[in-house]
């Protein structure tokens, strides 16, 4: 049995945003599939998808912090400038849009999950999630299939 559909997420901020529900709800037939496999596919590149931690918000706002050291939202720091950072070339939708491309780059456009007895197959802590790059609300939207 094969299915696609599309689905648009609208996400409130920057951060992420468990989509696991509205994942399952709009794909009732994984409850028909006895093994299988759904695949995922953000059609963006300024957010993210990822499995991860869904008990305790530390997890989430580590992570978060993380990312931002990672990729300032100033620009690139380098040692040819001794500390400093050049701005980002890209700037056309914002100061957080360079960033956000660069951050999706480092994480997950697409993810695969494994259907077991018409479920997704998760661990007992684990969500699906659209991370959002952007710090304005964007409308998603997530490929199924």
């Known amino acids: 049995m094969w299915c696609q559909k599309e689905i648009e997420i609208d ?10 529900e509205q994942v399952i709800a709009q794909m009732p037939e994984i409850k028909n599939i006895d093994i299988g496999l759904l695949h995922l596919f953000i059609k963006h590149t300024s957010a993210s998808l990822t499995i991860n931690e869904n008990a305790d918000p530390r997890v989430l706002k580590d992570l978060s912090s993380f990312m931002r050291s990672l990729v300032p939202e100033e620009g690139i720091r380098t040692k040819n ?3 400093k950072h050049l701005p980002y070339l890209h700037a056309d939708e ?5 960033p956000a491309h660069i951050r999706t ?5 697409s993810l695969s999950l494994s ?11 684990q969500a ?14 997530v490929s199924l299939h």
């Open 11 to 20: 996400s409130k901020k920057r951060g992420f945003h468990i989509i696991t």
């Open 81 to 83: 400038t001794q500390g």
């Open 94 to 98: 914002g100061d957080d849009d360079m």
């Open 105 to 109: 780059v480092l994480t997950c456009s």
């Open 115 to 125: 259907i077991n007895e018409g479920k997704l197959v998760l661990g007992t802590w």
């Open 128 to 141: 699906i999630y659209l991370w959002e790059h952007r710090y304005s609300k964007h409308s998603r939207k």
